[in-house]
């Protein structure tokens, strides 16, 4: 029984022009809102509840709001150069099926897999081809959607051509976990591999199966069965490939061709193929030339001989597909949806698709039993209005998100967890915290246990399965240690020197004539005189009387510090009530020094040198300061009836 139940990953198709269908439901709905819009390749994933999560043309990632996601332009994909009705070229995604994106074993990590280069469409501009298969890493959080990484190389083709018109499928490794990145290369007989597990990308592993694929296999979709055992290729040169896959061991273990290549002119249709897709069973395959649609039965002594034409498109005509004469509607892409039936576009193919309206292009059409044989599969044209948006040529890449493990095979390998663990910041301040996150696989076995270690850290241990936030009062690099142990095994990973504890700035405040200086190269200062901030965002501050000066530096870490000096004994007003006056501070050419019983008074710089010093017996006394440097200057004023006196008093031409 095939269910929509079954794959939540894949509820949400994006592609076309602004197309969108949810397929919670037997039936899909269509949806506004899309930014996408791709003449072939797109992809998108949802959660385990069916919501969006992110979706992608192949040049730009959008989150489920439909805004681009952080760092989520210029990806490098399949660019097919087209001309618009006033001659302008323009690129669009052109890979069929060039696009795959797999959850990478973390609930908010994705990887984006992309064939990537030029594709010659009459002509184009100037560009570098980035020719290859590459990969972009996605990093979603709450509402936030990055991609932390991209245009990866994971495969580059020197030849430009071996990969770069799509074909990429992915299957799920036979322990239910990892998954195989398969690609058919172009120009040989040659399929490569990739596996994808919690360690890495392992690969390519190459091999070389069935009849060599000539220049001319342009375009041509790919397609996996639902139950991951079979593997089919389709191209415009005529060729139909059907493999049998092993999926524990990531190999083909027989071929079988259904094609004629190859066609003599690009006129014969009754050679060329491009879309395909398996019945849920995997018994039937469904292949198309453009205007016709076939069943094969997978299950019949005679394959080739099973073939049967379920629809045929009238009217068809078409010139020479490598001139810019305007086809007509010609079925394109086919995809097998959740709810267990096979949808397929029948656009109004030219090219300039996307600048034309036409009935078919506001439709999907369906094979509805695509598992009956013969016509009994009731293929129904037009069945699901788009609404204002459009197909153009391709259908969503999704792979069978839910296939399982084989069960007791020797690649049952999983029933021990795997210990892993993430955190979004590693880097802090002395002081600061980080709040790690467990992303174990395989936690849905019973009586899962966790011990975290934390050299460094408080706590420096936990066996929750979240850790509270563990906060370094050193700065160092410090390691992590998580063990995941289960009934059937136990699995400990470390990251070493994973947190690093960044020292607070080193900061000094000193005096210098009138100002005090903090130590410089700092991105930020922030300066207050007894609380009250001070409006200078410099190293530098110009003394504003007594009291006590404090400085707030952060430095390029966004570490802080903070160190104050105070200055005491500056008197700006008439004497006190012990007859202690000094005036006017800030003075320029001259002061006044005041104290009851006066006897002396001695004047020194900020190094301790002395500038003037009398004996007096005047209560009050005037100092010319007119030839000293500017600058802040101590005042010892001696009595006969008091303790020595000291004020200070700054000096300002």
Not at 123 to 149: A, M, Q, R
Not at 254 to 276: A, C, E, I, Q
Request: net charge negative; glycine share 8%; charged share 10%.
């Amino acid at each position: 029984m095939f269910s929509a139940s079954a794959q939540p990953q894949a509820y949400n198709w994006m592609f076309g022009d602004s197309a969108w269908l949810n397929f919670s439901g037997d039936t899909p709905v269509s949806q506004q809102g899309s930014s996408l819009f791709s003449l072939k390749s797109s992809a998108a994933i949802s959660d385990s509840a069916g919501n969006l999560v992110i979706y992608t043309d192949g040049f730009h990632v959008w989150d489920k709001n439909h805004q681009l996601a952080v760092n989520g332009d210029s990806l490098w994909t399949v660019k097919l150069w087209l001309p618009t009705s006033s001659g302008v070229y323009e690129y669009w995604n052109g890979g069929s099926n060039s696009l795959l994106l797999l959850p990478a074993f973390g609930s908010n990590n994705f990887r984006l897999f992309s064939i990537s280069g030029n594709y010659l469409a009459l002509t184009y501009p100037p560009e570098g081809t980035h020719s290859g298969i590459v990969y972009n890493d996605i990093y979603v959080h709450n509402d936030t959607t990055e991609v932390v990484s991209k245009n990866n190389y994971l495969l580059k083709d020197t030849a430009t051509i071996g990969f770069r018109d799509g074909r990429l499928c992915a299957v799920r490794h036979a322990n239910g976990r990892d998954w195989w990145i398969i690609n058919k290369r172009r120009l040989n007989d040659t399929v490569a591999v990739f596996l994808f597990d919690p360690y890495g990308i392992h690969g390519p592993y190459f091999q070389a199966i069935g009849d060599p694929w000539d220049y001319n296999a342009i375009f041509g979709e790919s397609a996996v069965s639902q139950q991951g055992n079979k593997i089919a290729f389709a191209s415009t040169n005529g060729q139909i490939d059907v493999y049998d896959f092993d999926r524990c061991m990531g190999q083909f273990t027989s071929y079988l061709s259904l094609g004629s290549p190859p066609y003599s002119t690009t006129s014969d249709l009754n050679k060329t193929y491009y879309g395909l897709a398996f019945s849920p069973s995997g018994d039937r395959l469904y292949v198309n030339d453009f205007h016709r649609l076939f069943q094969y039965d997978l299950t019949a002594a005679d394959v080739a001989a099973s073939k049967q034409t379920v629809y045929t498109l009238t009217p068809f005509t078409v010139t020479d597909i490598a001139q810019t004469d305007t086809f007509s509607h010609c079925i394109t892409e086919m995809e097998l949806a959740p709810n267990g039936k096979i949808y397929f576009a029948i656009p109004l193919y030219a090219y300039f698709t996307h600048e034309i309206n036409s009935t078919h292009n506001h439709y999907l059409s369906v094979i509805n039993d695509p598992d009956s044989l013969g016509t009994t599969c009731n293929v129904q044209v037009d069945a699901v209005y788009l609404g204002n948006n459009k197909v153009l040529s391709g259908l969503p890449n999704n792979p069978n998100y839910a296939l399982g493990k084989i069960a007791n095979s020797p690649c049952d390998t999983l029933n021990a967890p795997v210990a892993l663990f993430d955190a979004q910041q590693t880097s802090v301040c002395q002081n600061g915290c980080v709040q790690f996150q467990n992303q174990s696989l395989n936690p849905s076995v019973a009586h899962v246990t966790y011990q975290w270690t934390f050299a460094g850290g408080t706590p420096d241990a936990s066996s929750d399965s979240l850790p509270p936030a563990v906060c370094y009062a050193a700065s160092g690099e410090y390691d992590v240690t998580l063990v995941a142990t289960n009934p059937f095994g136990s699995d400990t990973f470390v990251q070493t020197h994973y947190v690093h504890v960044v020292a607070p700035p080193a900061i000094v405040v000193q005096p210098t004539n009138d100002s005090l200086q903090s130590t410089g190269g700092f991105a930020s200062y922030v300066w207050s005189l007894n609380g009250t901030v001070i409006p200078v965002g410099s190293s530098v501050v110009a003394s504003q009387g007594s009291g006590v000066y404090s400085v707030t530096v952060t430095d390029l870490n966004g570490c802080t510090a903070e160190a104050s000096y105070e200055i005491t004994g500056l008197a700006t007003g008439p004497a006190d009530a012990n007859n202690v006056s000094l005036r006017p501070n800030p003075a320029d050419d001259a002061f006044v020094v005041e104290l009851k019983d006066m006897t002396a008074f001695t004047v020194t710089n900020t190094v301790g040198q002395i500038v003037q010093q009398n004996v007096t017996r005047l209560p009050a006394f005037t100092v010319q300061t007119k030839d000293w440097p500017a600058g802040l200057y101590t005042v010892v004023m001696k009595s006969s009836s008091h303790q020595p006196v000291v004020r200070k008093v700054i000096v300002q031409h």
